[in-house]
């Protein structure tokens, strides 16, 4: 082949099919917090459907179960762990600190 006719060729994909988040006897709802949490990012943010490879109606339904766990307090907001552990180490760090006179 031609070098010209050879960039035109796309590579072969392997043809794997993955299989999907969530199965047939998963229920979506606020109270399955194993099936939620896999679906939100370590900040606390809901993760697209793209990421999650999830249907529209599945990704609507995560969504809505999300948030109402969010409203009933089964799930923070944002996970604000690592702010609280730096906001703590600066504290302890800059009470050490004296001044040389």
Same mark, same amino acid.
């Given at each position: 082949?031609?070098?010209?006719?050879?960039?035109?060729?796309? #590579?072969?994909?392997?043809?794997?099919?993955?299989?999907? #988040?969530?199965?047939?006897?998963?229920?979506?709802?606020?109270?399955?917090?194993?099936?939620?949490?896999?679906?939100?990012?370590?900040?606390?943010?809901?993760?697209?459907?793209?990421?999650?490879?999830?249907?529209?109606?599945?990704?609507?339904?995560?969504?809505?179960?999300?948030?109402?766990?969010?409203?009933?307090?089964?799930? #923070?907001?944002?996970?604000?762990?690592?702010?609280?552990?730096?906001?703590?180490?600066?504290?302890?760090?800059?009470?050490?600190?004296?001044?040389?006179?």
């Amino acid at each position: 082949m031609d070098k010209s006719k050879r960039l035109f060729l796309k #590579p072969k994909r392997s043809l794997r099919r993955r299989l999907p #988040p969530i199965g047939s006897g998963d229920r979506i709802d606020y109270r399955n917090m194993s099936l939620i949490s896999r679906f939100i990012s370590e900040q606390g943010k809901i993760l697209s459907r793209r990421v999650n490879r999830l249907t529209l109606k599945q990704q609507r339904l995560i969504t809505i179960a999300i948030k109402q766990a969010r409203i009933l307090s089964s799930l #923070p907001f944002l996970n604000n762990e690592r702010q609280f552990e730096k906001n703590e180490l600066v504290a302890r760090t800059t009470g050490l600190r004296t001044r040389k006179k």
